[in-house]
């Protein structure tokens, strides 16, 4: 199947490329800012700013793909809080544009979405719950989704929690626990906010395997609910660390822009009784994984 992803130099959308591409997919991929670690099989490099609605459409109209996976964003939360104009522009216009060339070349498309489109009141949020976001970032996605479930598209849109591993893109707070834990320094970590850590190599899995099956609709594809504060535990533990180096500290504490939701964990009982891949569900699995993928990044093991 030709497949084409945009944000493939992305902390998700890296590990989509390696994922498509091991199971012998061919894979036209966009970059924009970060130039991308080229040698992965079989992969054609686009340089484009999908904000640009004639680039991307081009490129679209261009490759005629079978599927395309939307996982580029402007992800910075805090960053569209200020830049407004900016997130409106990446992740609604750019989805509009997208959404328009996939129906010129009938095109199936995977929206990435996010739990950021709930308001965190309730938690453990299923597909069938209205979303209300607190944030710009949560309503520039949740306006993007509609864009896609308003159009005629064969879609599936797909809303991971709190990613993190390994790789080029947004930081990530278990590189970060991880980074401080290694060096023997305190980490702060918020004990009142509740999420669902998702592993980018296991939702890359599952996303190839949703590419291949199709399942229409919206699927909440995430891994346990959690505090940030139980997760830094956890990972400690796994990679052998001072559990005692990491400090809880209140959502109040931090200095964030954009409001943040309380407990935007997700129910993923669809997902899992749809997808045979598993691991990206159990939380547990995959913080083992994270460790052993986070020792080869680091050059701490061969
Ligand atoms: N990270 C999370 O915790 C999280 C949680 C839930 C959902 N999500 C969703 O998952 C998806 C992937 O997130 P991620 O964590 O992998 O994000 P990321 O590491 O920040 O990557 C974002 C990607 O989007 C690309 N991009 C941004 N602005 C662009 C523009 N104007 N033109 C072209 N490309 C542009 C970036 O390209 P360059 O770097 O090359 O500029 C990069 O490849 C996003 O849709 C996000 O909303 C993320």
Redesign the pocket.
């Known amino acids: 199947m030709r497949v084409f992803v945009?944000?493939?130099?992305?902390?998700?959308?890296h590990r989509i490329v390696e994922e498509l591409s091991r199971r012998g997919h061919e894979v036209i991929a966009?970059?924009?800012?970060?130039s991308p670690r080229l040698g992965v099989d079989g992969v054609k490099w686009v340089r484009?700013?999908?904000?640009d609605a004639v680039a991307i459409e081009d490129a679209l109209l261009k490759a005629r793909p079978d599927a395309v996976i939307h996982?580029?964003?402007?992800?910075d939360v805090d960053g569209c809080e200020v830049e407004k104009d900016r997130a409106w522009r990446?992740n609604v216009v750019?989805t509009r544009s997208i959404v328009r060339a996939c129906r010129v070349v009938k095109s199936y498309l995977i929206y990435?979405?996010?739990?950021?489109v709930f308001d965190g009141s309730k938690g453990m949020y299923s597909e069938s719950d209205i979303p209300s976001p607190i944030n710009y970032y949560g309503l520039t996605?949740l306006v993007a989704e509609e864009i896609v479930k308003s159009s005629d598209l064969l879609y599936t849109i797909v809303r991971?929690?709190?990613?993190y591993g390994v790789g080029p893109?947004?930081a990530?707070f278990a590189t970060f626990v991880a980074d401080r834990l290694m060096r023997g320094e305190e980490v702060p970590a918020v004990s009142d906010q509740y999420v669902s850590p998702t592993l980018n190599s296991a939702l890359a899995r599952a996303v190839a395997e949703i590419v291949e099956m199709r399942p229409m609709g919206v699927l909440h594809v995430a891994g346990n609910r959690m505090s940030r504060y139980e997760f830094a535990v956890a990972l400690a533990r796994a990679l052998g660390a001072n559990e005692g180096l990491i400090r809880r500290v209140s959502m109040e504490s931090m200095r964030w822009k954009a409001r943040r939701p309380r407990d935007s964990s997700l129910d993923t009982s669809r997902a899992r009784e749809l997808l045979s891949e598993k691991l990206v569900f159990d939380t547990e699995s995959s913080i083992q994984l994270f460790v052993e993928e986070y020792r080869r990044w680091r050059g701490l093991c061969p």
């Open positions: 945009t944000g493939g130099s992305g902390l998700l959308g966009t970059y924009n800012r970060t484009i700013d999908i904000s996982a580029a964003a402007y992800t990446v750019a990435i979405s996010t739990d950021y996605k991971p929690s709190a990613i893109g947004k990530n």
